[in-house]
């Protein structure tokens, strides 16, 4: 079965600075992963995806994650956050060696607050 | 830009009621899914659907919920007798292919009293 961790429940970072949102996953073969982020009452919008190839992908509004394999993390990452990226932000992974219904799993999520 | 659309955004009921919640996935879509979100917490699956059945259901999916697409256009989302702990924000969401990402709506909130 497959799994997500974010392992902090929030990421506090000042604006102009990096940032880090960490997600490590468990499945059973090759993963895809996601990323997406959710402002407060709106559903989640989709960020950046890893299927196969190229470990870095690039997304939305900046964002980038690392796919690594060895240690089975796909960290989220931007080289100079924004107050408007404080949200609540979703790894999540799908296992395509699953079920028929390719469900996608996700993590706890980490709520990033960027102070300006 | 195609989008999911949900109806009610919000829905009071009373403990024992039955509810409907009720999505238009984005037209050419192939995969469909509801989740749930307690409280801005986790988000998590409830049932997926492909082909006019369901594919994979949750252990949260018991017999109180239903799913259907009657029509080709809704996808819809039945609890038979709400419970006080159904309060959640239901979310739908619907993906073209198996690589691809999901695209939710805004959910629909469910509050039971």
């Known amino acids: 079965a497959q799994s997500v961790a974010q392992p902090e429940d929030q990421v506090n970072v000042a604006e102009g600075n990096p940032l880090t949102v960490k997600c490590t996953y468990s499945v059973s073969g090759n993963p895809y992963l996601f990323w997406y982020v959710q402002y407060p009452n709106r559903g989640l919008q989709f960020l950046l995806k890893y299927i196969t190839g190229d470990n870095l992908v690039k997304g939305s509004y900046g964002f980038e994650a690392e796919f690594n394999k060895s240690q089975t993390s796909f960290h989220l990452k931007k080289p100079s956050a924004l107050v408007s990226d404080s949200a609540l932000y979703f790894c999540?992974?799908?296992?395509?060696?699953?079920?028929?219904?390719?469900?996608?799993?996700f993590g706890a999520g980490t709520r990033l607050f960027v102070k300006a | 830009e195609p989008e999911v659309t949900q109806t009610p955004s919000h829905q009071v009921t009373q403990m024992g009621q039955e509810v409907i919640l009720r999505c238009v996935p984005i037209s050419n879509h192939l995969y469909f899914y509801w989740y749930r979100q307690i409280l801005g917490q986790k988000v998590e699956f409830l049932v997926s659907?492909?082909?006019?059945?369901?594919?994979?259901k949750s252990e949260i999916f018991d017999d109180q919920f239903s799913v259907e697409r009657p029509d080709g256009s809704n996808f819809t989302l039945k609890i038979r007798s709400t419970k006080l702990e159904d309060s959640a924000m239901y979310f739908c969401a619907s993906m073209q292919g198996t690589t691809g990402e999901l695209f939710f709506g805004e959910g629909s909130r469910l509050t039971v009293l």
């Open positions: 999540a992974v799908r296992d395509p060696q699953g079920t028929g219904g390719f469900k996608t799993i």
């Open positions: 659907f492909y082909n006019n059945e369901i594919s994979e």
